[in-house]
């Protein structure tokens, strides 16, 4: 007997044509919403059946799009995850025929449509490394039909992005991670400057799925060389550049590029390449006299500056590259020597700093260095373009002037590409802009540490250099800064905080584990694999936000990369919530009440989320005992890296209405802490602004008795 199909909270939401937030409102708030039939507790599964009729009897459901119906028909068929490649030349294969022969397909007899299938994509299953040959069994007919329907009504782009949901999740592969659109063009425009020719031969050495080599496409490249050590991968990137490609030639391997080049002898006009990242098991024993090392043979923990001098390997000379790199690459002591000889090679052009949240990992802000391989006779540039776009990326939030909460990628994007242009048309005449970007003598960088990190070579913020504008500038400085103050004085002033009394209070606890036993609490957890968002989180994008550990510690609001369809296993907060960070911070942590704002983010890594039931904790209450010190202190383990248990933690045992009191008690400390750190922040800016008035000779000491 065929089992039920089964659907996630996060296919619900698509299902719908709604937010994953809604389907969470829809559970708490509708008793009669189909009760879970399997998954996990923090992963759910529903009954597709039961989900399509209730959402049908409150007019929530839309018409089923094609790709829906091919999601169905992959989650039913015998086609199971591992052998979904197979159907990659079929789509390729129905992009090639006419309407009318794809409609006559779709409407064939299931015995004929599967001898068609075998027949029709049997020719270009030699172009797909590592996807075989579709049987053309007759049970697999609902879901080739529902291929060939899909590709007909959305295109076989739309097509290939469904059938990647099943084998291609965005989480990494041993340190390689899917490279956002917006990111990948950027790195395909930089390759060209306005009015010069695009390169036509292009070559990713860790292709992935083959955005970056899309991107290139896009611009005008006409021979696209990829290679992937994920045979899924590749199979994907061959089909969408077999796909969306357009008239280039494309040409793709499976294997690593690094051990075993598939295409050893090519010399390309341009390389584009996100390399893996952290990767020790590079080949650093077996690779020790490789002709590539042009810079000397990297460390075997140095993987990236291996797989830039591979990349710079395949160039001719003269030739571009642009690499997507972790900031660690940047200034890590095992790395000094082949950043020296680089960049007094004159390979290094530039280096662009991203703010975190760009691309995978979301934690840290990424780098995309521009190399050159040096031509012979050709004179060594005396300066490296140095870009920080961290400064121009973002926005105010609301409640704090001035703290940054959201990335604008229009920028980011037009901050990198003005000064890179400007630059590689008058590298021996530009001119800085302050705060960004600035050209850094080749002998300033060759250093002891050989730090090409670009906050380290780039002023922080710019200062005006006029007297007046200066004095002007000091002076709403100071007046922000005394209104802080005044709003400081008044928080922490008002009502008197009495003595209990003799001694200190004393009442029964309960730990938390014990509160997750009574369905109290709830405690959720973000996957152990964040997936990388499909493009950069944008300042004005409706999609959900990251919540991570540092916005909590912080006190701003969320600030990691967005997704439009967040995965089944994503955690969406929900307005109550109560956030623990999972490390202790210098000793001390704090707990975050989610508010609206929070609300339908979520949840990022090395967080705990308490859910609790609003009928029995009251979440600021929560929230205060949960960051005592000495709660944190009892339930917490390690030494470098202090760790908390939040089933250790302990609540006291006191009626909701007492409860209320102490909540409104805390929630009035973090008003408190918020106050202080906008003074905090006011009062470092005042006086960096003063400071450099003074030691620039703009502004002159204040006159008066001391």
């Not at 490789?290 to 001719?316: I, N, V, Y």
């Not at 991203?354 to 995978?360: K, S, V, Y």
């Not at 005006?464 to 005044?486: C, H, V």
């Amino acid at each position: 007997m065929p089992q039920p199909t089964q659907v996630t909270a996060a296919e619900i939401s698509r299902l719908a044509g709604v937010t994953r937030a809604t389907v969470s409102n829809w559970r708490r708030r509708h008793p009669d919403f189909p009760a879970p039939s399997g998954g996990t507790e923090t992963s759910p599964a529903y009954d597709l059946d039961a989900v399509r009729a209730w959402l049908s009897a409150r007019g929530q459901l839309p018409a089923s799009s094609p790709a829906d119906v091919l999601r169905t028909a992959l989650r039913t068929s015998v086609t199971d995850l591992a052998h979904r490649s197979r159907l990659l030349p079929l789509v390729v294969a129905a992009s090639r025929i006419t309407d009318s022969a794809l409609k006559k397909a779709v409407g064939l007899p299931d015995d004929q449509l599967s001898t068609w299938v075998q027949k029709t994509s049997r020719s270009y299953a030699v172009d797909f490394p590592g996807t075989g040959s579709l049987t053309g069994q007759p049970d697999e007919a609902e879901v080739l039909r529902a291929v060939l329907r899909c590709v007909d009504e959305v295109g076989a782009a739309q097509t290939l992005e469904v059938l990647a949901e099943g084998e291609i999740g965005d989480g990494k592969t041993g340190g390689a991670y899917r490279t956002p659109p917006p990111v990948a063009d950027l790195m395909a425009e930089l390759l060209a400057g306005p009015g010069e020719p695009y390169p036509d031969r292009v070559v990713d050495p860790a292709c992935g799925v083959g955005g970056l080599l899309l991107a290139a496409a896009g611009r005008g490249a006409r021979e696209l060389y990829g290679q992937d050590a994920v045979a899924v991968f590749a199979a994907q990137a061959a089909a969408r550049l077999a796909v969306q490609a357009g008239g280039a030639k494309a040409k793709v391997q499976v294997g690593d590029s690094m051990r075993d080049d598939a295409f050893p002898a090519l010399a390309a006009d341009a390389v584009l390449c996100a390399p893996p990242y952290g990767h020790r098991e590079w080949g650093h024993e077996d690779l020790a006299y490789d002709p590539r090392w042009m810079f000397g043979l990297p460390p075997k923990g140095e993987s990236e500056l291996a797989w830039l001098q591979h990349c710079l390997a395949h160039l001719t000379p003269g030739g571009h590259a642009v690499l997507l790199m972790p900031p660690g690459a940047a200034f890590r002591p095992s790395g000094r020597r082949i950043r020296a000889e680089m960049v007094r090679s004159g390979a290094l052009r530039a280096v662009v700093a991203l703010p975190a949240g760009m691309a995978q990992p979301l934690h840290i802000g990424l780098q995309l260095w521009l190399l050159e391989r040096p031509h012979p006779q050709a004179a060594l540039p005396p300066t490296v373009l140095m870009v920080d776009t961290v400064g121009t990326s973002t926005t105010d939030t609301d409640d704090a002037p001035g703290r940054r909460s959201t990335s604008d990628w229009p920028a980011i994007r037009s901050a990198t590409l003005d000064a890179w242009h400007e630059f590689d048309r008058h590298p021996g005449n530009y001119d800085p802009v302050p705060g960004v970007t600035r050209a850094v003598p080749v002998v300033d960088l060759l250093d002891e540490a050989v730090d090409l990190s670009p906050a380290r070579h780039v002023r922080a913020a710019p200062v005006p250099t006029k007297p007046d504008e200066l004095a002007e500038m000091a002076y709403e400085l100071r007046s922000r800064l005394r209104l802080a103050a005044t709003g400081l004085v008044a928080l922490s002033g008002g009502h008197t905080w009495s003595p209990a009394g003799a001694g200190p209070r004393s009442w029964r606890t309960a730990s938390v584990a014990d509160l997750l036993r009574g369905a109290a609490l709830t405690l959720l957890r973000a996957p152990a694999a964040i997936r990388s968002s499909s493009s950069p989180a944008l300042a004005d994008s409706e999609a959900p936000r990251t919540l991570t550990a540092r916005d909590v510690v912080s006190r701003r609001p969320a600030s990691g990369a967005g997704e439009e369809n967040p995965s089944d296993e994503d955690v969406s907060i929900e307005a109550g919530d109560v956030i623990l960070p999972e490390m202790l911070h210098e000793g001390a942590s704090t707990a975050r009440v989610a508010d609206a704002r929070d609300a339908g983010n979520i949840l990022g890594r090395h967080l705990h989320l308490l859910r609790p039931d609003p009928a029995r904790l009251d979440p600021w209450f929560l929230a205060g005992f949960l960051a005592a010190e000495d709660n944190l202190s009892a339930a917490s383990s390690g030494t470098t890296v202090v760790r908390i248990d939040p089933r250790r933690l302990r609540i006291p045992l006191l009626p909701l209405a007492e409860q209320q009191r102490y909540g409104k008690a805390f929630r009035q400390l973090h008003a408190l802490r918020v106050a202080a750190d906008i003074a905090n922040r006011l009062a470092d800016e005042t006086a960096r602004t003063l400071s450099a008035g003074l030691t620039g000779g703009a502004l002159l000491p204040p006159e008066g008795p001391r």
